[in-house]
Antibody, heavy 120, light 107 residues
Framework: QVQLQQWGAGLLKPSETLSLTCAVY????????WSWIRQPPGKGLECIGE???????KHSPSLKSRVTVSIDTSKNQFSLILKSVTAADSAIYYC??????????????WGKGTTVTVSS | DIQMTQSPSSVSASVGDRVSITCRAS??????LVWYQQKPGKAPEVLIY???SLQSGVPSRFSGSASGTDFTLTINNLQPEDFATYFC?????????FGQGTKVEIK
């Protein structure tokens, strides 16, 4: 059974860089895409970006200038970098596996989430 | 971006009730719609994909339907473990966007 384990710094100052990594256990990076989603406290969910095993990426236009999603197939990991953070970036950040075909697309395995707080 | 308008924002119900939650897409998304359940302090879990397909392991009291740009999640015979927040997500075009969520509370 595939599991995602994520980690990264939880407390940042404004203008610093957020860096999170998600390791995939019990499965291959192939045949799926790998996503980052965030959820501000008490609010809804926002897709940040995704990457496939070939390194093809998609990024949210609202964050595109600050965000990088990458993959390391040798380590079975994928990562999120978000530059120049502000208090508005404070949220729970989730990594997730996406399953996509011609007929369906959904995120079926999620990490436990990392709480990131941006405060001076 | 495609906007997903979810309603109601909260609903109070009793065990055994039927609950319906609706999402309306700002443009056509065919059947590219997913429903998730999220419990406090936990990550979301997929319930329904492709608007009406039940994810493996999800009880059959959950069902999804579609009519144009309107999508409905129905929970029949509400159980204690169903009290949670539910989100819809369109996966028709990136960035994938979510509804604001519906909290199902105990009456």
């Amino acid at each position: 059974q595939v599991q995602l384990q994520q980690w990264g710094a939880g407390l940042l100052k404004p203008s610093e860089t957020l860096s999170l990594t998600c390791a995939v256990y019990g499965g291959s990076l192939s045949d799926h895409y790998w996503s980052w989603i965030r959820q501000p406290p008490g609010k809804g969910l926002e897709c940040i970006g995704e990457v496939d095993h070939r390194g093809n990426t998609k990024h949210s236009p609202s964050l595109k200038s600050r965000v990088t999603v990458s993959i390391d197939t040798s380590k079975n990991q994928f990562s999120l970098i978000l530059k120049s953070v502000t208090a508005a970036d404070s949220a729970i950040y989730y990594c997730a596996r996406g399953t996509r075909s011609y007929y369906y697309d959904y995120m079926d395995v999620w990490g436990k989430g990392t709480t990131v707080t941006v405060s001076s | 971006d495609i906007q997903m308008t979810q309603s109601p924002s909260s609903v109070s119900a009793s065990v055994g009730d039927r609950v319906s939650i609706t999402c309306r897409a700002s443009q056509g998304i065919s059947s590219w719609l997913v429903w998730y359940q999220q419990k406090p302090g936990k990550a979301p879990e997929v319930l329904i994909y492709a608007a009406s397909s039940l994810q493996s392991g999800v009880p059959s009291r959950f069902s999804g339907s579609a009519s144009g740009t309107d999508f409905t999640l129905t929970i029949n015979n509400l159980q204690p473990e169903d009290f949670a927040t539910y989100f819809c997500q369109q996966v028709n075009s990136f960035p994938y966007t979510f509804g604001q969520g519906t909290k199902v509370e105990i009456k």
